[in-house]
């Protein structure tokens, strides 16, 4: 393994596949440039190697600077994954519109325990019903703009929290360690949705990502 063999392979850890090959490609190409203008400063072919390699500077630091804008492993994973799940609902169409009809037994649901006078547990259930509505309604809703994109995630989140504390109400504290073990998945995975979107362009955004 050659010099540029070690640097590339620290500069690309946990790279996904073709942000590695870009960077591959890029690195190359200053390499090559930085050798060959040493030797035509007059420097020896070893000397312009250790030159060449000294101007790509540190790995790690360059490792760094290429997580916080080419897409890591992990991303394209949760890229991949989502687009399969995404392929699976749009085509299959009666799938995506059957998912819709979910909230319809928890009305239904909260309907009959309220008239069996659990007006408590018919409030809960109602929310979840909301809840659960603003969520499967989202891949037939049309947000195919950043801007919906932005309004959409903040009526989520909102939606999400509200409902929590309506149905916690003062015990929301108390069962503060059960709530975030539940809700740090969801927020880790909209994390790294929003990494995804910043380092792809708006014209490479499935439909999975302006939700």
Known sequence: MTALDSWL??????????????????IQEHYESAREASIAAGATHDRADQLALL????????????????????????LRDFNREAHAIC???????LLQLVPLPIYALAAAVF???????????VIFGVAMSLLVAAPV?????????????????????????????????KWSWLLFSCVFPAAWSEWTRASIRRKLPVTAWPKHLYL
């Not at 760094?64 to 994973?77: C, D, N």
């Not at 008239?115 to 259930?125: A, E, F, N, Q, V």
């Not at 950043?146 to 003062?170: C, Y």
């Open 9 to 26: 392979q620290l500069a690309t850890r946990r790279l996904a596949k073709d942000s590695v090959a870009q960077v591959h490609t890029e």
């Open 55 to 78: 101007a790509l500077g540190d790995p790690k630091t360059a490792n760094r600077q290429y997580r916080q804008v080419l897409l890591t492993s992990a991303e394209a994973r949760m």
């Open 91 to 97: 085509s299959r169409p009666w799938l995506k519109w």
């Open 115 to 125: 008239i069996d006078g659990k007006t408590d547990l018919s409030r809960d259930l």
């Open 141 to 173: 809703l049309p947000i195919f703009t950043p801007s919906r994109s932005r309004i959409f995630r903040l009526a989520k989140w909102f939606a999400l929290a509200a409902a929590v504390i309506l149905l916690f109400g003062p015990e929301l504290l």
